[in-house]
């Protein structure tokens, strides 16, 4: 038996050159001649595919922000989830007011927590509305490790980041701490 080469066509994010989109596919649609994807970074890239050769990158804008969400189970408010979160952003950089709906209705409880199989609640297998929304919150560099521990140590009281944690509960405050 031969061994196969397979080559993979692909761009690096011209915001933050780190992440990779593979653009191999495009040749069967190329008639669809501009396209927008989400970097990791929060830059939406808008190209036209021009061949498997080039493109053209037309603009780069904000497209979200990573922040921190707090969660908290509906029945139980002793329960809490901080999780990695995307604020997501309008043409102007605006906040477009979605995190509730996202977590509140949308989205699975699975797609919450990435490695979890499955979130069962009395036999339900797919319990929407499992945890409930309280607050977004913002902080320089929100998935860093140390941004991280600051709201930890709020929520244990072991330090004072102007009171975000326990004052977090309007499910419209979105409070900043510099």
Known sequence: MKPLTK???YFLCPACNKHEFTIDHLEEIKNQNSFAWACDCGKRIHFT???KDEINIERIENHFEPVLNLL???NDSRLKLLIKGRQFLDKDGKDTGNQEYFYNEHTCPSNITQDVVKVILENDTDPHGTFQYVGTIRLPNAWSDE?????ENEINGTNDANGIVPKLTSTTEIRTIL
């Open 7 to 9: 080559t993979t066509t």
């Open 147 to 151: 941004s991280i521990e600051i709201v």
């Open 49 to 51: 595919y021009v061949s």
């Open 72 to 74: 908290e189970y509906c």
